[in-house]
């Protein structure tokens, strides 16, 4: 593990291979936990299998792209990212957000002249932000 001005870039095994772990090891404040209740997670399954469950540099290089375009729409102010992983053929990126219907309408309208992307987006209720918790103790058990 190591981090740098709180981010963290962590390494744990599942199914016997590494999965790579990025997040800014804080809560943010009261205000951000009480605008974003409900947790979304774009999730994009690859064939990482001559890779040991990672993306090769094609798909890695997609990835980025993606990574960019979530990004944006956090910007926007839709959204609050909490972590990405990466490994055992999944790259999952974890974002908390205002509301179902607003976050797909940006995203929607920021991927619709990009290339079309294998993705699977899952919403979560979730105003304690547990999950985001769960993925914090884990890492901050390690030290």
Do not use: C
Not at 39 to 53: A, I, R, T
Not at 57 to 71: F, P, R, T, W
Request: proline residues 5%.
């Amino acid at each position: 593990m190591s981090g740098d001005d709180n981010g963290i870039i962590g390494e744990l095994t599942e199914n016997g291979v590494s999965v790579i772990y990025n997040f800014v090891n804080e809560l943010p404040g009261k205000s951000i936990l009480e605008e974003f209740p409900i947790l979304v997670v774009v999730k994009w399954e690859y064939d990482g299998s001559d890779y040991n469950g990672m993306p090769n540099k094609s798909i890695q290089e997609k990835l980025y792209q993606l990574d960019d375009e979530l990004d944006e729409i956090a910007e926007l102010g839709a959204g609050y990212r909490a972590y990405s992983r990466t490994g055992n053929n999944i790259r999952e990126y974890a974002y908390y957000t205002v509301d179902k219907p607003i976050y797909m309408h940006l995203l929607n309208e920021q991927l619709k002249d990009k290339p079309t992307y294998p993705i699977e987006i899952t919403f979560y209720e979730d105003p304690e932000w547990s999950d985001f918790k769960k993925i914090m103790e884990i890492f901050n058990d390690d030290k």
